[in-house]
């Protein structure tokens, strides 16, 4: 089966709200005029249910199959925030919102779950029950783990959850997957090394924070090259060095380090936080200072369950032809926590050769939207099939 033809007839309807969304982009969990944009266009298609204010501002939908003797639920998610970026694409429909972006194509997953939604509820071809999951802040606000806070898995019976999301580089409709960790934990460290400011001249009347800084940034590297099982993953990336001086003459009191810890196990996560944190306590100490970390968890490892992979990737062998092997990713993504609450997959779409998500240039490509539509209705349809 290769797409769906009712997604050909749609193409031009589903790219103008895409692009509508994309010249109206909100962040975080600012997503007001999308999320009324989304529940208008999920009553408007017919959804059984539509229910607005879960995780804030996410939207969540019923559409009912012809029968239910199965009980199963199904959810489908796609997120609809957008990035803290100024738009350099040049489109006619780029972002008329200064400093706001829709630089990782949230607008395309939005419009193809809009897109899917419309005719799962005209052909209602399945037997079962499908939410679809609309989530705000995916972009480290956390929308997924607030809707989950809010008991959204278990207030619509979910069974099962399956995420997309378009990738640059891929080509425009293939698709990739892999199962087990498939996107990191994404940590974030504050290290503030207090030490004794004085004269530059005089470094003996001082304990100089910089030069601890500097050990401390070299050392954190040995998390990676000497803590680590080298064939296990972690990334130590320190990404700011702010000094209480700027003087030439002035050896700071104070300096304070920034940074992220990316990992793919629970293991490695707990042994980067507790080696990041005597790393720097010790090498401060072993100068003479002090060194306060804070130590801020971010999301958990994105883990495709394995059955749920596999029909994921049986279903976009058949909208496509093919299903390649992901690889690792290093970024983080919020559809891991309703992967803890539930088993499902996440599976990436092929964007193209375009530029990379988050860079000024991107734009989601809507030659991808059949292909990701189809891959929602063929997930329900063979899970969930007819009675
Ligand atoms: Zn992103
Ligand atoms: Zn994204």
């Known amino acids: 089966m290769p797409v769906k033809n009712r997604f050909a007839e749609l193409h031009d309807d589903i790219t103008a709200i895409r692009r509508d969304l994309h010249a109206h982009p909100e962040i975080l969990f600012d997503t007001h005029r ?43 998610r796609a997120d609809m925030d957008a990035l803290p970026i100024t738009e350099a694409t040049g489109l006619d429909y780029a972002s008329q919102t200064p400093g706001a972006m829709h630089a990782c194509g949230h607008d395309g997953h939005t419009a193809m779950l809009l897109g899917a939604a419309q005719y799962l509820a005209e052909t209602r071809n399945f037997d079962g029950t499908v939410v679809v999951i609309f989530q705000p802040a995916e972009e480290g606000g956390g929308g997924g783990r607030e809707m989950c806070e809010d008991g959204m898995m278990d207030r619509w019976n979910i069974d099962e959850v399956y995420g997309m999301h ?72 320190v990404t700011s060095i702010e000094s209480s001086s700027k003087a030439y003459n002035v050896i700071a009191q104070r300096v304070h380090l920034r940074g992220t810890v990316r990992t793919m196990s629970p293991g490695m996560r707990a042994l980067a936080e507790q080696r990041l944190v005597a790393i720097c306590e010790g090498t401060a100490a072993t100068f003479g200072a002090r060194a306060d970390v804070t130590y801020h968890k971010g999301y958990p490892c994105m883990v495709n369950h394995d059955d749920q992979t596999a029909f994921a990737a049986d279903v976009a062998r058949a909208v496509s032809g093919d299903c390649a092997e992901a690889p690792l990713v290093m970024g983080g993504e919020d559809f891991a926590f309703m992967l803890e609450e539930r088993p499902g997959a996440y599976i990436l779409v092929g964007n193209g050769d375009t530029a990379s998500v988050h860079h000024p240039e991107y734009n989601f490509n809507d030659d991808a939207i059949p292909a990701g539509c189809s891959w929602w209705a063929e997930i329900v349809e063979r899970r969930m099939p007819a009675a």
């Open 166 to 237: 378009n990738w640059p580089g891929r080509p425009v409709g293939s698709f990739a997957i892999r199962p087990g960790a498939f996107f990191a934990a994404t940590d974030q460290f504050d290290v503030v090394i207090e030490g004794k400011g004085g004269h530059a001249a005089k470094p003996q009347e001082t304990v100089d924070s910089t030069l601890i800084a500097a050990h401390c940034v070299t050392a954190l590297q040995s998390i990676a090259s000497r803590n680590a099982d080298p064939v296990d993953q972690v990334v130590v990336s």
């Open 34 to 76: 999308t999320s009324q944009i989304v529940a208008d266009r999920l009553t408007a298609i017919g959804c059984d249910e539509v229910t607005t204010g879960i995780g804030r501002t996410g939207v969540v939908g019923v559409i009912k199959g012809k029968t239910d003797l199965s009980g199963k639920v199904i959810g489908l």
